[in-house]
């Protein structure tokens, strides 16, 4: 009788301490997170990150087209990775920097580059190859469609699938869209034609300009020891 109540004792402690040291103690640690702010003249703004709602819907077609399968959005400290040395960051990223996102795509697999800051200007790819040398230190939003709708068109040796069916072959009316792709040779339409990004294309693409966890946080060492953060 004793013997079998220690056993379910043991059994029980055991589920509660790691009950508490897995679940509870990091609820209470990284739980209650908020935004950093800075103070002025008693006037507390919150500075970063800051929630946007309006990349809700690219976020979406970031999930439904399985982008996190082969892109993380997670820079790794110098100790446990390249991360910062490939031009993904300029510091680690720390769980702040996800406190408004549903569901972070921290990702697994890494078959493309990270992609956590890829909206931020410092954000430069290692240099891969001899075609890195045309691509802009910052992709702007013209340049993620076109590298959406045929990644060789931009980078030569892209292992990344097209999403063209993101984007529609329409028959020029009149004026050309502004935000026709500037396609050239085999992947250019036929005369009179045009490729446009549909909806979640641009969606995708601001959602895309919108990542940029490189604003300095108090808990990243060295990240900047200047900002007056709380
Ligand atoms: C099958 C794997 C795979 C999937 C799925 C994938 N990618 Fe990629 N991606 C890559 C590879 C490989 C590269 C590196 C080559 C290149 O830059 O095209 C890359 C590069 C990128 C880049 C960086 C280009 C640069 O150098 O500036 C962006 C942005 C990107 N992908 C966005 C996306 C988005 C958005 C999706 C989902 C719609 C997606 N990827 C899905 C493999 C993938």
Redesign the pocket.
Known sequence: MNRSFNLFAGIIGSFALSCYALVLLPKQQLGGLQPQTVEDEGKITEIYPINNVAVEKGRAV?AS???F???TQQVRDEQNGTDLERGWGVRRTVARDYIFDTTPFLGSNR???D?AN?GSTKWR?EPVDENSKY?PAK?DAAW?LL??YA?RTV?KS????P?RYLFENKKISGQRSVDALALTGSDAPEPGYEVVPKPAAKA?VAY?LSLDKSHPLKEVKGSAPEVAAK
């Open positions: 970031y087209e399985g982008c399968y082969c892109h078959v493309g580059p992609l890829v790819n691509k992709r993620q590298h959406l990644p980078i892209s292992n990344m699938p999403y995708l895309l």
